[in-house]
């Protein structure tokens, strides 16, 4: 080793002559003072910690049924984020002797973990929509170790958002701060409970401010180190304020990665300002499926830059329809504000109120035009949900392998048709001639079909040692297409 620590030390010694050749030491010294202007969040952290809180959900499930990973709290929250559904659990065993069964009691059961933060000393917090979905119960556990059970409020998945209240006065809380003011490359830390780690800290900078990443919300993204169970923490500026909720992270590995975004705090307190107010969130619609404006289509017609969004299809019966938008106008401008890119165009309308009298400005032809709308509700997720699985009473395939459900009298006005059933699902023979979702069954041999039940009975009575006839209208063409029945049916 004797003559590398010589050859290191020449070095220096080089290097330190061309400095300051009498102060060697000294010089060598001096050239640290780089990390001088790192900043110093202890004060910020001793300042918003007690007001973060750490949740947990319980579920309360039959007893007895087996938990695949009861108490492994971060691995359900990680399934529920990442995958979107809860941690699978092992089933009972089937066909158990019904004179052996006894009446089941619910037991209690960890769901998830997450983080949240309070906002008003009454005792209201934010936190995250996907922390407390599905939960039956959900308990906070403030920085005195005190665990309190909370109320949800309301949540809007489709921000994210969540407003929970504990029962408690003179709590810490949170300064809000302003999302439109941060700057790409400012300081900024998170408080959560990653992987059930309460009061962890973490910091970094802002890499961007509004990444499209749904309809509604523009996300902050940071490189603020967020993993399972920092959902719903704050993300917190130099002032200690409150810029954000942590919410998602950028993963192949469902660890930390180098991308976590953050739900804008101006969004999430106009949301949960309406859910105190009702328990919901209300947002307009006006009938139109969007797309991007490309430069060459810009160019084609005769735009100045590629802007806007362009109008691919009319709902009817809509607002867009009754206020005289076509397909292929292109949306300039909402109300006065321009559209820079297509997703710009929900956030305006969502933000507007139901009811309300709205101005789209388009591009048509050549010119300019202004266009008057009346805003509708956007429907609730769950809302939109029931209504599809009325929709499809037949969640049984028939014995073409054809889930059908009827179609209503704008679809057929939309896909110009007087009778037929829309495919819900293909599986059998009929996934195997080519039918897929969204075509439309309009004659079983010789008959018209006018609704699912009747092409359902008139399937159960083919023989299945003979072809049937499927007249079949794919977009603007149809063709007859030859199916065997499948006699297990």
Request: charged share 25%.
């Amino acid at each position: 080793m004797a003559p590398v620590k010589k050859i290191l030390l020449a070095s220096l010694l080089s290097t330190s002559a061309f400095l300051a050749p009498p102060l060697i030491g000294i010089t060598v010294a001096q050239a640290a003072p780089a990390v001088a202007g790192l900043p110093d969040f202890a004060d910020i952290v001793d300042r918003t910690g007690p007001a973060v809180v750490n949740i947990r959900t319980t579920e309360r499930v039959k007893a007895g049924q087996p938990q695949a990973g009861g108490d492994d709290e971060e691995m359900q929250e990680f399934f529920r984020r990442f995958f979107g559904v809860p941690m699978p659990r092992q089933q009972p065993q089937p066909n158990a002797p019904r004179s052996n069964r006894k009446p089941q009691q619910q037991e209690e059961v960890p769901r998830g973990v997450g983080s949240g933060f309070i906002i008003s000393a009454d005792g209201y917090l934010l936190t995250n929509a996907h922390v407390v979905d599905g939960a039956s119960d959900v308990y906070v556990t403030l920085t005195d170790k005190r665990e309190l059970k909370a109320k949800i409020i309301g949540s809007d998945t489709r921000t994210d958002v969540a407003l929970l209240k504990i029962e408690a006065s003179n709590l810490p809380r949170l300064v809000m701060g302003d999302s439109d003011k941060i700057r790409a490359g400012e300081w900024v830390l998170a408080i959560g409970s990653p992987f059930g780690l309460e009061s962890t800290v973490t910091a970094g900078i802002v890499s961007a401010k509004a990444r499209d990443t749904g309809d509604y919300l523009p996300l902050i993204q940071t490189d603020v180190a967020v993993n399972p169970g920092n959902s719903g923490g704050p993300l917190i500026n130099m002032k200690g304020e409150v810029i954000g909720i942590n919410s998602q992270i950028y993963s192949r590995s469902g660890g930390f990665m180098g991308i976590s975004f953050a739900v804008p705090i101006d969004e999430a307190l106009r949301v949960s300002d309406q859910l105190k107010a009702s328990g919901k969130v209300t947002r307009g619609r006006i009938g139109v499926q969007i797309g991007e404006v490309t430069k060459e289509v810009a160019e084609s017609l005769g735009l100045s830059k590629a802007q806007g969004a362009l109008v691919q299809r009319v709902e009817p019966g809509g607002p867009a329809e009754k206020g005289g938008l076509e397909a292929g106008d292109i949306i300039l401008k909402f109300n006065g504000a321009t559209i820079d890119k297509p997703s710009d165009l929900p956030r305006m309308v969502g933000s507007t109120k139901p009811g309300s009298k709205a101005t789209v400005s388009v591009w048509r032809k050549g010119s300019a035009r202004d266009v008057s709308l009346t805003i509708v509700e956007l429907e609730s997720d769950k809302a939109v949900k029931a209504e599809e699985k009325k929709a499809r009473p037949e969640a049984t395939p028939n014995a073409l392998g054809l889930i059908v459900s009827d179609l209503s009298d704008a679809q057929k006005k939309e896909l110009k048709v007087e009778n037929g059933v829309l495919v819900e699902a293909a599986s059998g023979v009929a996934a195997a001639a080519g039918l897929r979702p969204g075509d439309v069954v309009q004659r079983l041999n010789d008959v018209d079909i006018k609704d699912a039940k009747q092409l359902n009975a008139l399937v159960a009575k083919l023989d299945s040692k003979k072809r049937a006839a499927v007249l079949v209208r794919r977009g603007d063409s149809s063709q007859f297409i030859p199916l065997r029945p499948n006699s297990g049916n």
